[in-house]
């Protein structure tokens, strides 16, 4: 509530020291004009909040928060298929809200591959290096080439050499983007970003979701579901798994509709 507090007031100190014609917040609770006078977009995948048991008390809070702003951007297909499911496509909800389509930094280029498993960690301790640990156990035999980007933000980026296995503390956005298209599988947490990234390069996935996350294990079983990619939790895993994904799609057959018309969008402004 204190962090809300604060944004707020930055907030009104901003629009008084600036021509401000417009808010843009991209899940922050307290970004947008108290006064209503300027106009303001809250951008959210969840329309509904799942959290075990007391997702209907967390969806009812999120969506006062969303209903503070004047329009609700939705980053997914309006369509099936689409990536959210449930989360951005409640059965019922009395949201203002348009699909934008799947945002993200990286776009798609048609690259040859030289590299077989890519794997990207992240997300907290201890569950990050605990995944880091079995995924070096159960690859360490695999036949094909693996990179690890262990997702470990340092002041100089390190590279280790374990024979078949190239181990990066972290990859800056070009690099990494340029990583995932030269992978033929890429093993992964199934938070939303990281699938509307993968989605967008069209890869072959496996997820893990982090234990304890709810929404990453609706995911990861809502597109396992859908035969784009299988996943499996943490403790169940061992390099056996990755043979389901011959049976698996990955994003390379999605739909992702017509381009969206950003000029419709920012006439709200």
């Known amino acids: 509530m204190k962090a809300i507090s604060e944004e ?9 020291t600036y021509d401000i014609k417009g808010i843009i917040s991209d899940n922050r609770f307290g970004i947008y004009d108290a006064t209503g006078q300027i106009p303001s977009v809250y951008i959210t995948h969840q329309l509904r ?18 209903k503070k702003h004047h329009a609700c951007w939705v980053p997914d297909f309006e369509n099936t298929p689409n990536l959210s499911g449930q989360l951005g496509h409640p059965k019922t909800h ?13 776009s798609y280029k048609k690259t040859k591959t030289i590299c077989d498993i890519l794997v990207v960690l992240s997300g907290p301790e201890p569950q ?13 035999d695999y036949k094909g080439s693996v990179i690890f980007v262990q997702g470990v933000m340092e002041q100089t980026q390190k590279i280790i050499q374990q024979n078949h296995i190239t181990l990066y503390n972290f990859m800056q956005g070009s690099e990494l983007e340029k990583t995932i298209q030269q992978s ?9 970003t990281t699938i509307m990234d993968l989605a967008i390069l069209r890869k072959k996935a496996f997820f893990i979701p982090t234990p304890g996350q709810s929404e990453q ?13 299988p996943y499996c939790k943490q403790a169940d895993f061992n ?26 969008l920012f006439s709200l402004f």
């Open 49 to 66: 909040v799942f959290s075990g048991f007391t997702t209907w008390i967390t969806t009812q809070l999120h969506q006062h928060i969303i």
């Open 128 to 140: 990050r290096g605990l995944l880091e640990n079995k995924l070096l156990f159960e690859l360490q």
């Open 217 to 229: 294990l609706y995911l990861a079983k809502r597109l396992d579901k859908l035969g784009i990619a």
């Open 94 to 106: 009395n949201i203002s809200s348009k699909y934008i389509g799947a945002l993200s930094r990286f």
């Open 239 to 264: 390099i056996t798994k990755l043979n389901n994904l011959e049976y698996y799609s990955g994003f390379s057959n999605m739909d992702f509709g017509q381009a969206t018309d950003f000029k419709t």
């Open 8 to 16: 707020k007031k930055q907030v009104q100190h901003i629009i008084k």
């Open 184 to 192: 033929d599988i890429i093993i992964s947490r199934s938070g939303y």
